[in-house]
Nanobody
Framework: QVQVVESGGGLVQPGGSLRLSCTAS????????VAWFRQAPGKEREAVSA????????YYGDSVKGRFTISGTNLKNTVYLEMNNLKPEDTAVYYC?????????????????????WGQGTQVTVSS
C-alpha cells in the first residue's frame, strides 16, 4: 500500500525558515516526479516546487523562486522543501504529491491531475 507523509510544518515568524519533508512507502520517489503544492484558506491550490531526481530537474513557482529549495535523497526515500525568508503569504497547508513521471515542457509540473498519490498535508503558518 502506498503512503505519502509530510512533516516539518509549524509556526514561524516572518523572515524565518522551515524544512518540510515528504517520505513515501510502497514506491520510490527517486524514480518519480515529486511536487509540493499549497493551499491557503479561500484560495486555489498552488504549485510550489517540483523535482525529478532521476532527471536532475527542479522547478519553482514564481512566488518562491530564490527563497525555497527542493531536494531529495534516495537513501531515505525523502524529498525536502527548504523554505527561507518566509512571508505571511506563505501561510498554507502544504501537500506533497508524486507522479509516475515528470516532463520539462511548459507547465507539466503544475498540473495537479498528473499526480496520483498525495499526502495529508502539513500546516505552515508565518506570523509574528
Amino acid at each position: 500500500q502506498v503512503q505519502v507523509v509530510e512533516s516539518g510544518g509549524g509556526l514561524v515568524q516572518p523572515g524565518g525558515s522551515l524544512r518540510l519533508s515528504c517520505t513515501a512507502s510502497g514506491l520510490t520517489l527517486y524514480a518519480r516526479g515529486v511536487a509540493w503544492f499549497r493551499q491557503a484558506p479561500g484560495k486555489e491550490r498552488e504549485a510550489v516546487s517540483a523535482i525529478s531526481q532521476s532527471a536532475g530537474s527542479k522547478y519553482y513557482g514564481d512566488s518562491v523562486k530564490g527563497r525555497f529549495t527542493i531536494s531529495g535523497t534516495n537513501l531515505k526515500n525523502t524529498v525536502y522543501l527548504e523554505m527561507n525568508n518566509l512571508k505571511p503569504e506563505d501561510t498554507a497547508v502544504y501537500y506533497c504529491a508524486t507522479a509516475p513521471r515528470m516532463a520539462s515542457y511548459g507547465g507539466y509540473w503544475i498540473d495537479s491531475s498528473r499526480y496520483n498519490y498525495w499526502g495529508q498535508g502539513t500546516q505552515v503558518t508565518v506570523s509574528s
